[in-house]
Each structure stands twice: as structure tokens, then as C-alpha cells.
């Protein structure tokens, strides 16, 4: 089992930023596509952004196009959701998210992604 941890969430104001940042042992981490969902109480798992595994191909939700960047350091194993602009909207549980290893496409589809974090919360007030 792939262990991911994520870090770096909390309250924030509308307009602040956050980084967070997702982390795992495996060695193979760098054969895998990342991603980071997000989701509010009473709504489904959303898409947030995605990185292929070599770090050139990167994917947003319209949503957070512009203000997050994601991105990854496969030599210290870790993928980090910068979020600038904050809205009131971003605040949900933020999941990091890995394909298998070898399977270095990004995809915009949960059910594509193998191993789960437990998730950090982001809560913006206004």
C-alpha cells in the first residue's frame, strides 16, 4: 500500500495563499501521475489539478485555473498545490491522490488514481 500524507492546510482569509504539500516513501513515486481533489461536506469529490509524471503535462479545474499551480520535486518525493486568491468557495478536504507506478499520464477522473491521502482541510473565511 502507498502511503501519502498531505500537510499544509488551515484557516485562511478570502484573497490569502496556502501551499500544500503531499508526500510519500515510495521510490517508484516517480512513475506516477499526481493529483489533488477536493471535497465539501455535502458534495462529491472534485477535480482540482493534475501533474503527469515527468512534470510536463499539468491539468486544472476551470475553477482554480490562474490562482493554483501544482507541481512536483520527484527527487524529494513530494507533488505541492500552490493556492493563491483564495475564495470562500476553495474551502473543502484536499486529497492528494497517485496512479500506480509506471502509470505517468495525468487524468481528470478519480476512479484513474490508486492510492489515497487521508486529506488536509482548507477552510477560507470571507
Known amino acids: 500500500q502507498v502511503q501519502l500524507t498531505e500537510s499544509g492546510g488551515g484557516l485562511v482569509q478570502a484573497g490569502d495563499s496556502l501551499r500544500l504539500s503531499c508526500a510519500t516513501p515510495?521510490?517508484?513515486?516517480?512513475?506516477?501521475?499526481m493529483a489533488w481533489f477536493r471535497q465539501a461536506p455535502g458534495k462529491e469529490r472534485e477535480f482540482v489539478a493534475a501533474i503527469s509524471s515527468s512534470g510536463d503535462g499539468t491539468y486544472y479545474n476551470d475553477a482554480v485555473l490562474g490562482r493554483f499551480t501544482i507541481s512536483r520535486d520527484n527527487a524529494k518525493n513530494t507533488a505541492d498545490l500552490q493556492m493563491d486568491r483564495l475564495k470562500v468557495e476553495d474551502t473543502a478536504v484536499y486529497l492528494c491522490?497517485?496512479?500506480?507506478?509506471?502509470?505517468?499520464?495525468?487524468?481528470?477522473?478519480?476512479?484513474?488514481?490508486?492510492?489515497w491521502g487521508q486529506g488536509t482541510q482548507v477552510t477560507v473565511s470571507s
Open positions: 491522490a497517485a496512479r500506480r507506478r509506471y502509470s505517468g499520464d495525468a487524468s481528470y477522473y478519480a476512479r484513474s488514481y490508486d492510492y
Open positions: 515510495e521510490r517508484t513515486f516517480s512513475s506516477s501521475a
